[in-house]
């Protein structure tokens, strides 16, 4: 019963992936003063790409058409352990914090490869950036994770939710702080202004564009979606483990409509605090982001300390 | 199963004399070497000699070969059978000093490092009789590296057989002065005769450090006495103790290739034959973190937290230095000997924390610790000489090694590719293949750092982890630049582009066992950890029973609260997602178009030199952290009058050295040469002077008798 509950809440997560995106995106245009597509747009353009005749480069290999599928899987495997709506799913002992970070880097590895595999300028590009991103904003991810492992003794998410809602609302300098330098590594990593453009395909600036430059169709439609995913991800993980309240601890139907209804509102807030930050900076120079990605690394470091100093006994 | 070691090293010793048959009878001078000779020459000869002669070769290879595998799986089966079991079994053998006979014995600290050796020899041992028949052709005699490597093999399993410091003294240099022919085996090439050089001087060098710190521990003993059972017995005060250690490091740390001390590892590792490679690096350096082991756990017991955070320390600079090391390298084996010197520092990042821990007298914490570096000393012997192999295949079916002139070869070579992809990824330690395990367990020995009562440890240990973490996505980041630009893309030499699969079999069963069992070790951690229980039984007084307490699905290092992890739930789940999710879009009417040119931005004419280099590659990193390395990059333009897109000549030259090298090893070996310089004063080179030294000496002596 619980192993379905948890595949039912992870399905719906995948389908709500697109609308979240929509939405950031619907927002951004608000704020930029454009007229914003459809919220539902994303589906629409997954459903085209899906029901098009994808082209293969005559270099590629097996990789080339294994990459989108790697990358999806991860991210629906990722998305199945966060708790989404429910606290406690069986899901969430399978793998812990710092596996989901293992398939974050499963999923990037070959995607780059997949840049690699034509042998164009373009994807070669796009992989060394992207590897370069990586390089920086793992250790920093890893770094807040820790400081949220240590404080509740456990990398497992449910149980660490579990902790931030037994201790009640205590402000900790240490989540905060992590809480920064996660949501910058979030941008980072979700190919989002001021790291990455996801609306730019101009050669120069882009990273994660390029690697995909060659993809179409259901493969195109595939990274896509992941990305979509892995950009909820994100906001499900900040929003769940440094504000959890609301979340449904149990399976009555009030708890669980509480649940959606609370992680829905907190995923809108973000959705509105990223277009901000989105639109109010403007985009790096490549050999700046080991600046920003230092700073995140920092703002972990500095959770990490004060953690260490301040807030154990 | 000590009987059954024995017969292992035998193996090795035998299959050392065998190659000798090869040489030619008239021309060898040592008796037993003619002797062999002439008995292995009397039946060839009938027909048309020069068939013989090939075929002879070629037995002689199979059956050496044949004998290496028999000791490597003698190893693995005396070795896994003593650690399943627990035991301990020891013997003397009628060899050695009038008064010191050769103490042999196997517990299952010894019996797991065995059990490694055995399966990196064997592996090796099927993939070598197709390898070495290269070196025919070129004019070197398997006389010479087939003694070699049987005699490096038998040192290796020497060494860790070993219960007396005189014995494993012998086996130690043994292995070392093996391993330096090997090194040197190619030697028409001053590189490698530099490399081979570099690595003797500093093997001698490691090799003094642990005869001092035997000696050390010897000199507190009973009776003076070379056993190890003696030297665990000595009362050292804590001082000793820790130079002791402090000379244990050196000299292990230096054949384990530890930041500093591993100027000679890059060097020396690509430039041996690639079957030898795999052995040095994938086995060679576990024989050295095994010395480690007995030494710190075993003999010197009494174990100090300082040690430990110094083992932590060095560990870390290891695994990050490495890694951004390997990252920057072009060769590929280079990359790979690089990338093991970032191995080595993680299992010594797992040490630290297993000694800080057991020092602070958390028992079971420090079970993890040891548990999760002798998994990834495991891990590692199965990647490395995965990737060290198929990285030799490169090199005999291309006779490349540079990633600049490599690409595309999956395509021509598609097993080995296939392989090659399964070590990338368990090296980079991605789930759910074994290195994610060994990583993961070292996080959260890691993450237990609450647990110290030091606030600069408790600091500490979880900024190593971060970096731990670093150095996990630079290599990751390091294996893509190995697999996308030498394996994929488009070829960038006519080598690349005609090569084809190598022919003999056991070149793909050597590492395909090899990535098989890097799968098994990802899905199953759980009976992992439980076979290696005796051993932090026996070293510590802990094991992890809690790891597979929740059964055989689960793996829950401190308790199931803390953490758990599920390989092969994980992999289950994955593998149903992939196919549903094949199987929802595999729809013919949308089967791909495939013979597409890339986007080309519409200007045409893609070739391979426009690609991404490897040099390219690896330029952000290289960029970010520039301090790190010693960089030379010359760029040189030649402009043809006022044409300023197109030059002339261009011209771009990088050069990448190691910080090590102009900060640490040259000013010492200047200081050495100055030194020398300095005594050499005194010899003046007239006789009077001497006489004059002797007289005084005398003189001296005398009046120290006297008094």
């Given at each position: 019963m619980n192993w379905l509950t948890s595949i039912v809440e992870t399905a719906l997560f995948i389908l709500l992936a697109p609308l979240f995106a929509g939405w950031v995106k619907w927002v951004k245009c608000l704020l930029q003063n454009r007229r914003p597509p459809p919220l539902v747009q994303p589906y629409r353009d997954l459903a085209k790409l899906f029901r098009k005749r994808p082209m293969i480069a005559d270099?590629?290999?097996w990789i080339f058409e294994a990459a989108p599928f790697v990358v999806f899987v991860t991210a629906v495997f990722a998305a199945g352990i966060v708790p989404f709506a429910i606290a406690h799913l069986p899901t969430a002992k399978v793998a812990d914090l710092i596996v989901l970070v293992g398939f974050f880097a499963l999923g990037r590895f070959f995607l780059t490869l997949a840049g690699l595999d034509l042998g164009t300028a373009f994807g070669g590009m796009g992989s060394s950036r992207e590897m370069m991103i990586a390089s920086l904003a793992e250790p920093a991810m890893l770094m807040a994770v820790f400081t949220l492992a240590m404080s509740a003794a456990t990398t497992n998410l449910s149980q660490a939710i579990d902790w931030v809602l037994q201790t009640g609302l205590v402000l900790r300098p240490s989540f905060v702080f992590a809480l920064a330098g996660l949501m910058l590594v979030g941008i980072a990593e979700t190919g989002r202004i001021p790291v990455d453009n996801p609306a730019t395909h101009l050669e120069l600036t882009m990273v994660h564009e390029a690697m995909v430059l060659e993809y179409s169709g259901r493969y195109l439609a595939l990274i896509e979606w992941a990305n979509q995913i892995k950009l909820m991800l994100y906001g499900v993980l900040i929003a769940n483990i440094f504000l959890p309240w609301g979340i449904a601890e149990s399976l009555t139907p009030r708890d669980l409509a509480l649940g959606f209804a609370s992680i829905i509102g907190k995923l809108a807030v973000l959705g509105i605090a990223l277009p901000i930050s989105e639109t109010l900076f403007a985009k790096m120079r490549v050999f700046r982001y080991q600046e920003f990605l230092g700073f995140a690394y920092l703002l972990s470091l500095l959770g990490m300390l004060s953690h260490v100093i301040l807030e154990v006994n | 199963m000590l009987v059954l070691a024995t017969v292992a090293l035998l193996g090795a010793l035998l299959s050392a004399a065998l190659?000798?048959?090869?040489?030619d009878a008239e021309q060898s001078r040592g008796l037993v070497v003619r002797f062999l000779a002439h008995w292995a020459r009397r039946r060839p000869r009938d027909r048309t000699a020069q068939l013989d002669e090939q075929r002879f070769k070629s037995a002689v290879e199979y059956a050496a070969f044949g004998l290496l595998a028999g000791s490597g799986l003698a190893s693995l089966v005396a070795g896994c059978v003593t650690l399943l079991a627990g035991q301990t079994r020891v013997d003397q053998l009628p060899l050695g000093l009038p008064w010191l006979a050769w103490h042999l014995r196997l517990d299952p600290l010894a019996g797991f490092f065995l059990g490694v050796i055995g399966l990196g020899v064997f592996a090796v041992a099927l993939y070598g009789p197709g390898y070495v028949r290269s070196f025919r052709h070129s004019g070197h005699s398997f006389a010479t590296l087939g003694f070699c490597t049987g005699v490096f093999v038998a040192g290796m399993e020497l060494v860790v057989l070993a219960d007396d410091a005189f014995l494993f003294m012998i086996a130690w240099e043994l292995m070392s002065v093996a391993s330096y022919a090997l090194v040197a085996?190619?030697?028409?090439?001053a590189a490698n005769r530099r490399a081979s050089f570099l690595y003797l001087l500093m093997a001698v060098v490691g090799a003094i450090a642990l005869i001092l710190a035997y000696g050390i521990v010897a000199a507190f003993a009973s009776a003076h006495s070379f056993t190890f059972d003696a030297l665990r017995a000595a009362p050292l005060s804590p001082t000793w103790a820790s130079i002791a250690f402090a000379l244990a490091l050196i000299g292990f740390g230096m054949k384990a290739g530890l930041?500093?001390?591993?100027?000679w590892l890059p060097e020396a590792h690509p430039v041996a034959p690639s079957h030898v490679s795999a052995l040095m690096s994938g086995v060679m350096l576990k024989v050295a973190v095994y010395g480690f082991l007995r030494f710190v756990f075993d003999i010197l017991g009494e174990i100090q937290w300082q040690w430990g955070a110094t083992t932590l320390l060095l560990g870390t600079v290891s695994a990050v230095l490495g890694a951004l090391y390997a990252f920057q390298q072009n060769n590929l084996k280079r990359l790979l000997a690089y990338s093991s010197i970032e191995n080595i520092g993680i299992v010594f990042m797992g040490f630290g924390l297993s000694m800080i821990f057991f020092a602070k007298g958390h028992g079971e914490l420090a079970a993890i610790g040891l548990i999760a570096a002798l998994y990834h000393v495991l891990n590692h012997a199965m990647f490395k000489t995965l990737l060290f192999l198929q990285a030799g295949t490169i090199l005999h079916q291309t006779h490349e090694s540079s990633l600049e002139r490599l690409g595309g070869l999956i395509k021509r070579l598609p097993r080995t590719s296939f392989i090659m992809l399964v070590g990338c990824i368990a090296i980079s330690g991605l789930p759910p293949l074994n290195g994610f395990v060994s990583e993961w367990l070292t996080f959260q020995t890691a993450l237990?750092?609450?647990?110290?009562?030091s606030g600069i440890l408790r600091s500490f240990v979880p900024v190593a982890a971060a970096l731990l973490a670093f150095t996990g996505a630079v290599t990751a980041a390091a294996f893509v630049k190995a697999y996308g630009i030498g394996f994929l893309?488009?070829?960038?030499s006519r080598h690349a582009a005609h090569a084809g699969e190598p022919l003999h079999r056991g070149m793909f069963a050597g590492p395909a066992l090899l990535a098989a069992l890097c799968v098994l070790l990802g899905v199953l951690p759980g009976q992992v950890i439980a076979a290696l229980g005796p051993i932090s039984r026996t070293l510590l007084g802990n094991d992890l029973a809690s790891a597979y307490a929740n059964g055989w699905l689960w793996l829950t290092p401190v308790s199931s609260r803390v953490a758990s992890y599920s390989a092969p739930l994980v992999l289950l789940a994955c593998a149903l997602a992939a196919w549903v999710s094949f199987r929802l879009l595999r729809t013919p009417k949308l089967a791909p178009v495939r013979d597409r040119p890339r986007w080309d931005c519409g200007f045409g004419g893609l070739d391979a030199r426009m690609q991404y280099t490897s040099t390219a590659f690896s330029q952000p990193l290289r960029r970010v952290f520039s301090p790190l390395y010693e960089i030379d990059e010359r760029a040189t333009r030649e402009d043809r009058g006022h044409a300023l897109l197109t030059p002339a000549a261009l011209d771009f030259e990088l050069r990448i050295g190691d910080r090590s090298w102009r900060h640490g090893y040259l000013p010492l070996a200047h200081g050495v040469e100055g030194a020398a310089r300095q005594i050499g004063r005194i010899q003046t080179g007239n006789i009077r002077t001497y006489i004059a030294y002797s007289f005084f000496t005398l003189l001296a002596l005398l009046a120290m008798v006297s008094a």
């Open positions: 270099t590629a290999s | 190659p000798l048959v090869q040489i085996f190619q030697h028409e090439h930041v500093p001390l591993h100027a237990q750092a609450s647990a110290l009562d893309g488009a070829p960038r």
